[in-house]
Each structure stands twice: as structure tokens, then as C-alpha cells.
């Protein structure tokens, strides 16, 4: 699975989506079946500005058709029912070093 890091360089919101776009056309044009967006928690401690702003994003771009679907990094656990019907689908990604560890601070995209 691809990462990507959306927070590297302390970008803007815009800037971290346009870098969202980005990776996603690279994404299609060399046909991967999943990213992995590493986009932050905050310090606040109820989710930063980017966290925030990049899952609401992606959930406009599925409404869109964009994307297939997404899993946040909370989620991304083998007691997900979500995650498990990607896992099957794409048994590779079960070596992914976030899978189960409830990491606020990523999001998988499925394409």
C-alpha cells in the first residue's frame, strides 16, 4: 500500500488537499487498490484541523464516486467489519504496520 504523508511540511488544509488530489490521480493512473494517508490527530485532542478537513473531504469525494471507500484509522482493525471485506479483497494489506493499533492520525483510501 502507498503512504502518503498529507501533514509533512505543516501545509495548509488547502494545501494538504491538494496534495489529497494528487495522490489520488497517482493512485488511478498506477492502478493501486488502496493509499494510505497520513494526515495527523491534532494536539488539541479532538482532532486538528487536517484530520478534519481531509475526512471530510474524502467523504465528499465517495459521495462523488472518487473513490470506492475509506477507512479511518480508528477503524482499521480485523474487528471491523468494514475492514475485514477489504482485507479479503486485498489480503496484502494485512501487513500493514497501522492495522489494529487505532491510529486517529491516518486514514486508508480504497480505489
Known amino acids: 500500500m502507498n503512504t502518503v504523508n498529507l501533514k509533512e511540511g505543516m501545509p495548509t488544509?488547502?494545501?494538504a488537499r491538494q496534495k489529497l488530489t494528487s495522490a489520488l490521480v497517482l493512485a488511478r493512473q498506477?492502478?493501486?487498490?488502496?493509499?494510505?494517508?497520513i494526515h495527523g490527530y491534532g494536539s488539541s485532542g479532538v482532532?486538528?484541523?487536517?484530520?478534519?478537513g481531509i475526512r471530510k473531504s474524502l467523504r465528499k469525494r465517495r459521495?462523488?464516486?472518487?473513490?470506492?471507500?475509506?477507512?479511518?484509522?480508528?477503524?482499521?482493525?480485523i474487528f471491523d467489519e468494514q475492514t475485514?471485506?477489504?482485507?479479503?479483497?486485498?489480503?496484502?494489506l494485512r501487513k500493514d504496520s497501522d492495522l489494529d493499533r487505532g491510529n486517529e492520525g491516518i486514514s486508508i483510501v480504497i480505489m
Open 13 to 15: 488544509l488547502e494545501e
Open 30 to 37: 498506477k492502478k493501486h487498490s488502496a493509499i494510505k494517508l
Open 47 to 52: 482532532g486538528g484541523t487536517l484530520q478534519i
Open 63 to 77: 459521495k462523488k464516486g472518487e473513490l470506492r471507500q475509506y477507512i479511518f484509522g480508528e477503524n482499521w482493525s
Open 84 to 92: 475485514r471485506e477489504v482485507l479479503d479483497e486485498n489480503p496484502s
